[in-house]
Nanobody, 127 residues
Framework: QVHLVESGGGLVQAGDSLTLSCAAS????????MGWFRQPPGKEREYVDV????????YYADSVKGRFTISRDNAKNTVDLQMNSLKPEDTAVYYC????????????????????WGQGTQVTVSS
């Protein structure tokens, strides 16, 4: 399966910005939808955003819409998460993942549909 590595996390202040990157070094994820998820301390993992395999469609959780942007570069096997106007409630371990179904074209995504996960990168936002 695809091996993913997240990077770019760190400690920032509220209102600051961070860009996370997810890279695949074993197998290209071109042709698969990609998503970002996060797990706040003491809480369950939650959906952040998804980009379709062609990059034509993006979906965002209400809590990050307008502040976060997901993008992909299939030639480089990378997907990024640009995070602006960070809030303390954005503090979490962030994970990228690959959708299980190649060329999935529907508009409905579930966390369980993502089968390859990275190790996560910590984002901490102080007030």
């Amino acid at each position: 399966q695809v091996h993913l590595v997240e990077s770019g996390g760190g400690l920032v202040q509220a209102g600051d910005s961070l860009t996370l990157s997810c890279a695949a070094s074993e197998v290209t994820f071109s042709g698969y939808a990609m998503g970002w998820f996060r797990q706040p301390p003491g809480k369950e993992r939650e959906y952040v955003d998804v980009i379709s395999w062609r990059g034509a469609k993006t979906y965002y959780a209400d809590s990050v819409k307008g502040r976060f942007t997901i993008s992909r570069d299939n030639a480089k096997n990378t997907v990024d998460l640009q995070m602006n106007s960070l809030k303390p409630e954005d503090t979490a371990v962030y994970y990228c993942a690959v959708h299980r179904e190649k060329n999935y074209s529907d508009s409905y995504y579930y966390t369980s549909d993502f089968g390859s996960w990275g190790q996560g990168t910590q984002v901490t936002v102080s007030s």
